[in-house]
């Protein structure tokens, strides 16, 4: 294959595993930031971000030359044949992906980008960028793609390096087959699109996923008025291969860095296209709900019964983070779930793998051991599905706990096991 060079903007999680992913392939990698201590970090093998195998992947590729780490897009796009864009495109007024990001990049290296190079557009970004990044970019010879990403918080390196697929967009062909060459050792299925098809894709996808989190949290409570297990019932639906057994399982709602975003930005292209997505819409409102009803959940283990009063009631949290491995707290549902047990008047200590207890989470006071978190609390709540939780000694926490109530809000732990150490528990779905 050939080697190409290509400078990459951003080093979040996006930005550092495509560079350092890419570095593995065999490219010349040069990553830029404008944070100079992140630099500086990374040019020492430093990685600050809790995903496996990227500081390995940093490292092998700092020792072998492939990859390297400057301050500022200006100095990494000089002689780059592929600049790929991986800064936040976070959540705007009303919902619509804020680009200002984009934007100031393009505005500071349009005058250098060396004729010929392909801007890749690696963000999630609405559909539309790639037309509007060539209209600030004013170069007739430089193209832009889209290549939307496909990466798991807390499996980004193994997605990059066993995609599902590859997709590209452009209207240019020949800039889209050099971008898709990158990826040519990973043998993955390459899908190859106009801008418009590739960016679309991204947000269908995660909206597709929300929608799948959100119906199954739906179904759980149908599956507790019914007296149904949603275990069994998410099994049966799981063998179908139409609908496979990922994001079939009920839990606090969905959040992290990228569904809520998303399924804002998506209505917001909807409406600006005159479409009411209905369907959409009642993923994100089934979402919120899914959140209060948690507290209820909550309140009734603790108090027997709906509608009673969580003053002064202190609770052990396990689990803060958006999702298992890794140490995200961006829009993350336990932290949602805690604000609302807060204002409902709960005292709350929480406990997570990925956090020190030096950690400001404001409301909630974090400890270092999740037998602490268990000292003299009316119940302990499972918001986050690590599965460490499962191999807690479970009759060690009973006798610290005040009274033994357990509220599995991920679905992760033997109720067998958990009442055999003397808790009742309570699980979402479940009899």
């Known amino acids: 294959m050939f080697v190409r060079r290509i400078a990459v903007v951003g080093t979040g999680y996006v930005g550092l595993t495509t560079g350092a992913c890419l570095a593995s392939l065999g490219h010349a990698v040069v990553c830029a930031d404008v944070d100079a201590g992140k630099v500086e970090r990374l040019s020492r093998g430093e990685v600050d971000i809790l995903e496996p195998g990227l500081a390995e992947l940093v490292a092998e590729g700092l020792a072998s030359g492939r990859l390297s780490f400057v301050l500022g897009a200006s100095a990494a796009v000089a002689d780059a044949e592929v600049v790929f864009l991986c800064v936040p495109t976070p959540m705007g007024v009303g919902g619509i992906a804020d680009l200002a990001a984009v934007e100031s990049v393009v505005d500071e290296?349009?005058?250098?980008?060396?004729?010929?190079?392909?801007?890749?557009?690696?963000?999630?970004?609405?559909?539309?960028?790639?037309?509007?990044?060539?209209?600030?970019?004013?170069?007739?010879?430089?193209?832009?793609?889209?290549?939307?990403?496909?990466?798991?918080?807390?499996?980004?390196v193994r997605d990059f390096l066993n995609p599902d697929r590859i997709v590209v967009g452009c209207d240019q062909?020949?800039?889209?087959?050099?971008?898709?060459?990158?990826?040519?050792?990973?043998?993955?299925p390459t899908v190859l699109t106009d801008a418009a098809s590739a960016e679309m894709v991204k947000y269908a996808a995660n909206c597709f996923l929300?929608?799948?989190?959100?119906?199954?949290?739906?179904?759980?409570?149908?599956?507790?008025?019914?007296?149904?297990?949603?275990?069994?019932?998410?099994?049966?639906?799981?063998?179908?291969?139409?609908?496979?057994?990922?994001?079939?399982?009920?839990?606090?709602?969905?959040?992290?860095?990228?569904?809520?975003?998303?399924?804002?930005?998506?209505?917001?292209?909807?409406?600006?296209?005159?479409?009411?997505?209905?369907?959409?819409?009642?993923?994100?409102?089934?979402?919120?709900?899914?959140?209060?009803?948690?507290?209820?959940?909550?309140?009734?283990a603790v108090t027997g019964k709906r509608g009673g009063s969580l003053s002064h009631v202190r609770l052990g949290l396990l689990g803060l983070t958006f999702k298992a491995g890794t140490d995200d707290?961006?829009?993350?549902?336990?932290?949602?779930?805690?604000?609302?047990?807060?204002?409902?008047?709960?005292?709350l200590v929480g406990y997570d793998p990925a956090l020190s207890g030096g950690?400001?989470?404001?409301?909630?006071?974090?400890?270092?051991?999740?037998?602490?978190?268990?000292?003299?609390?009316?119940?302990?709540?499972?918001?986050?599905?690590?599965?460490?939780?499962?191999?807690?000694?479970?009759?060690?926490?009973?006798?610290?706990?005040?009274?033994?109530?357990?509220?599995?809000?991920?679905?992760?732990?033997?109720?067998?096991?958990?009442?055999?150490?003397?808790?009742?528990?309570t699980s979402l779905g479940r009899r």
Request: aromatic share 6%.
């Open 359 to 425: 950690t400001d989470l404001g409301s909630v006071s974090l400890v270092d051991d999740p037998y602490q978190v268990a000292k003299d609390v009316d119940a302990l709540v499972v918001l986050t599905e690590w599965p460490d939780f499962r191999s807690l000694d479970w009759a060690r926490l009973a006798e610290t706990v005040r009274q033994p109530v357990v509220v599995d809000l991920r679905n992760i732990l033997d109720p067998d096991v958990i009442r055999r150490a003397g808790f009742t528990c």
């Open 210 to 300: 929300a929608m799948k989190l959100s119906y199954v949290n739906a179904v759980a409570e149908l599956c507790e008025r019914l007296g149904a297990n949603i275990t069994d019932v998410t099994e049966g639906m799981g063998y179908d291969k139409r609908i496979g057994q990922a994001f079939l399982s009920p839990g606090p709602g969905w959040g992290g860095s990228c569904l809520p975003k998303d399924t804002h930005a998506m209505l917001q292209v909807a409406d600006a296209a005159d479409f009411e997505f209905r369907l959409l819409r009642a993923t994100i409102d089934t979402n919120e709900r899914q959140r209060q009803r948690m507290v209820e959940k909550v309140r009734l």
């Open 109 to 156: 290296t349009r005058d250098l980008l060396p004729s010929g190079c392909v801007i890749v557009n690696k963000s999630t970004v609405p559909v539309g960028t790639a037309v509007r990044t060539a209209e600030l970019l004013r170069r007739d010879d430089v193209a832009v793609v889209s290549n939307p990403e496909f990466l798991r918080e807390g499996s980004a």
């Open 329 to 347: 707290l961006r829009d993350s549902p336990a932290l949602a779930v805690a604000a609302l047990l807060r204002q409902a008047g709960a005292e």
């Open 173 to 188: 062909q020949d800039a889209a087959e050099r971008v898709a060459a990158l990826y040519a050792r990973l043998g993955a």
